[in-house]
């Protein structure tokens, strides 16, 4: 078949064929299942999806998803940002829109990829300490920011989540030099993954991971309870809703029908 052929039958143009050929785009999910359609192969170009996906990511962050697959629990203090595993999908293109990506949606897909991970009886115990900052750095749109925030207080019925907020009244926190993930490996070392501009550094010796966790114990001692932290959040929520003249009771069913329509579309 020629690449405008192809294109008609996925239903895209051939010059799109021909940039996924030369490795120039990266398909979407949707783009690999037609192909499974046009070809009969079964499911393979599914199957290969996962691995293509990640290199849309970059460079320096592709190994943290072999990590993140790897680890039997993910404990986390973010900053600045909310953790890719907990974003809804509209709140992560909004965060990912401002890197003027090449192919935003190719990016938007390998991170709600990686998502997968939390799903089954191997998902990994997770923790997450956010600092109030990352919750009131807010994209455009506060419908977007409100789902966002109910996603976070879903997770207090999830059994393998924990999330904490590190409020401006703890004052200074302890980790003033940034992010970092602890990851405990179902096999080999334990890691300390923190990112830079454009680089990424790994630890696995025994003695740095020690210090990791030591300063995650002090975050997670100065940050709000899980019950408490679900108050700030929901008060948040509250605070969005507020200059637009919507009582609590009616943003909150609000809330509660964006979410769930997020959520039935995988967001």
């Given at each position: 078949?020629?690449?405008?052929?192809?294109?008609?039958?996925?239903?895209?143009?051939?010059?799109?064929?021909?940039?996924?050929?030369?490795?120039?785009?990266?398909?979407?999910?949707?783009?690999?299942?037609?192909?499974?359609?046009?070809?009969?192969?079964?499911?393979?170009?599914?199957?290969?999806?996962?691995?293509?996906?990640?290199?849309?990511?970059?460079?320096?962050?592709?190994?943290?998803?072999?990590?993140?697959?790897?680890?039997?629990?993910?404990?986390?203090?973010?900053?600045?940002?909310?953790?890719?595993?907990?974003?809804?999908?509209?709140?992560?293109?909004?965060?990912l829109a401002p890197g003027r990506h090449e192919d935003l949606d190719a990016a938007l897909a390998a991170r709600m990829e990686r998502q997968s991970i939390l799903q089954g009886a191997s998902a990994p115990d997770v923790w997450v300490v956010i600092d109030e900052a990352a919750l009131r750095r807010r994209p455009v749109g506060g419908e977007v920011m409100c789902v966002q925030l109910q996603r976070l207080l879903d997770y207090r019925y999830d059994p393998k989540m924990v999330v904490q907020v590190l409020p401006f009244s703890?004052?200074?926190?302890?980790?003033?030099?940034?992010?970092?993930?602890?990851?405990?490996?179902?096999?080999?070392?334990?890691?300390?993954?923190?990112?830079?501009?454009?680089?990424?550094?790994?630890?696995?010796?025994?003695?740095?991971?020690?210090?990791?966790?030591?300063?995650?114990?002090?975050?997670?001692?100065?940050?709000?309870?899980?019950?408490?932290?679900?108050?700030?959040?929901?008060?948040?929520?509250?605070?969005?809703?507020?200059?637009?003249?919507?009582?609590?009771?009616?943003?909150?069913?609000?809330?509660?029908?964006?979410?769930?329509?997020?959520?039935?579309?995988?967001?």
């Open positions: 078949m020629s690449q405008q052929d192809l294109g008609k039958a996925l239903y895209c143009s051939g010059a799109l064929v021909g940039y996924i050929e030369a490795a120039k785009r990266y398909p979407t999910l949707e783009f690999a299942e037609r192909c499974d359609d046009v070809f009969g192969t079964g499911g393979f170009f599914v199957r290969m999806w996962p691995l293509v996906s990640r290199f849309v990511l970059p460079h320096a962050f592709r190994h943290m998803v072999d990590f993140e697959a790897g680890a039997t629990a993910i404990r986390t203090y973010q900053a600045q940002a909310l953790y890719g595993l907990v974003q809804t999908e509209d709140f992560a293109r909004a965060m703890a004052g200074i926190p302890v980790s003033m030099d940034g992010s970092f993930t602890l990851l405990a490996m179902d096999e080999g070392a334990d890691l300390v993954y923190s990112e830079g501009v454009g680089t990424a550094q790994v630890l696995a010796h025994p003695d740095e991971f020690k210090k990791a966790c030591f300063r995650y114990d002090l975050l997670r001692a100065a940050a709000l309870s899980p019950e408490d932290s679900c108050e700030l959040i929901a008060s948040l929520m509250e605070e969005l809703w507020a200059p637009r003249g919507v009582s609590p009771a009616t943003a909150a069913v609000r809330v509660a029908s964006a979410s769930s329509v997020l959520h039935s579309v995988g967001g």
